[in-house]
C-alpha cells in the first residue's frame, strides 16, 4: 500500500556516509548531513540486556576493536567500545550508537531513516521489535520513518505494535521475486527494497505501477545505476549518495 506520509528523498546514505565514516554511527550521520544527504539507512539489533543499538553484524570484530558476538554484550561494555578506529585513525573513540542517542541525533539534524529491523540468526524478531518501534516513532514524524526488514516475522510485528496507518514498512528483498506483493499486503508494507544488481526491468515496473515505493540497495555506481530510473526506482540506498550528486 502506498505511504503518501513518507517523504523519501532519491538519496539515501547506506549505514550512514559508510565510505566516509565508520558504518552505523553517530559520526556516519553527521557525515552525511555534512554532504547534503537528508536521509540514511542504519541496522538495529539488541545488545545482550535489550538495549537496541545500531548495529550491522552478528559479531563485533569487524567494525570494532572487540571481539565476540553483540548478543553477550551489555550497555556498560558497549560504551567501553571503540566502533571507529577500524575506519580510521580520525575516528577512535567513536562509541556504538544507542537507538536513543541516534534517533536524539536525527531529529536534531532533521533527517529522515531507513531503519533496517535486522535479524541476524538466532536472534529474536519480536523483542527487537518492541524495543526499537516505539522508540522510532515517538522519535520522529511518519514522513521521516520507513522501517524495512528481510524477516517476515519483524514486520509482521512492527505491523500489529503500529497500527494500520501509523508506520511505513518496506519488505527488504534480494531479487524481487514472484511472492513480492503477497509479502508486501501480508504486512501493508508500502515499499520493496531490491538489490540493484539483481532487478530485472520487468519486474521493477510491476512494483512501481502497483503503486509501491521502490528502492535499491547498495549501488556506488551512478552510470552502471541510471538504467533503473527509468524503471520506476525512486531511491538509491548508497555508501557514496555524493556520487549520485549533479
Ligand atoms: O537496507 C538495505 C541494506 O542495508 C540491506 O543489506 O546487509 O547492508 O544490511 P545490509
Ligand atoms: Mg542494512
Redo the contacts with the bound molecule.
Keep these: 500500500m502506498p505511504d503518501a506520509a513518507l517523504a523519501l528523498p532519491r538519496l539515501i546514505a ?1 549505514r550512514g556516509l559508510s565510505a566516509r565514516a565508520p558504518e552505523n554511527t553517530l559520526a556516519a550521520v553527521r557525515a552525511a548531513h555534512a554532504v547534503g544527504v537528508t536521509w540514511v ?1 542504519l ?1 538495529v539489533q539488541l545488545l545482550g540486556d535489550g538495549t537496541p543499538v545500531i548495529w ?1 553484524d552478528a559479531g563485533l570484530r569487524r567494525c570494532s576493536d572487540r571481539r565476540g558476538r553483540l548478543a553477550d554484550l551489555d550497555l556498560a561494555a558497549a560504551r567501553r567500545l571503540d566502533a571507529g578506529g577500524w575506519f580510521g585513525e580520525a575516528f577512535r573513540g567513536e562509541p556504538m550508537a544507542t537507538l536513543e542517542a541516534m534517533l536524539a541525533l536525527l531529529d536534531a539534524l532533521d533527517m529522515g531513516v ?1 531503519l ?1 529491523l ?1 535479524v541476524n540468526r538466532g536472534r529474536d524478531p519480536r523483542a527487537l521489535v518492541e524495543a526499537a518501534v516505539p522508540a522510532v516513532m515517538a522519535a520522529l514524524p511518519p514522513s521521516r520513518r520507513l522501517l ?1 526488514s528481510f524477516n517476515d516475522a519483524a514486520l509482521a510485528h512492527a505491523r500489529t505494535l503500529a497500527g494500520p496507518e501509523a508506520l511505513s514498512l518496506g519488505v ?1 528483498v534480494e531479487g524481487v521475486g514472484r511472492d513480492w506483493r503477497r509479502r508486501c499486503e501480508a504486512v501493508t508494507a508500502c515499499s520493496v ?1 531490491a538489490d540493484w544488481k539483481r532487478l530485472k526491468a520487468a519486474r521493477a515496473r510491476e512494483v512501481s505501477e502497483a503503486g509501491y515505493r521502490l528502492l535499491c ?2 549501488a556506488n555506481d551512478p552510470a552502471a545505476f541510471a538504467p533503473r530510473w527509468e524503471w520506476g526506482v525512486e531511491a538509491v ?1 548508497s555508501d557514496d549518495p555524493t556520487r549520485f550528486m549533479p
Design positions: 547506506h539507512e541496522d550491522h531507513n533496517e535486522k524495512s527488504l527494497h540497495y547498495t540506498i
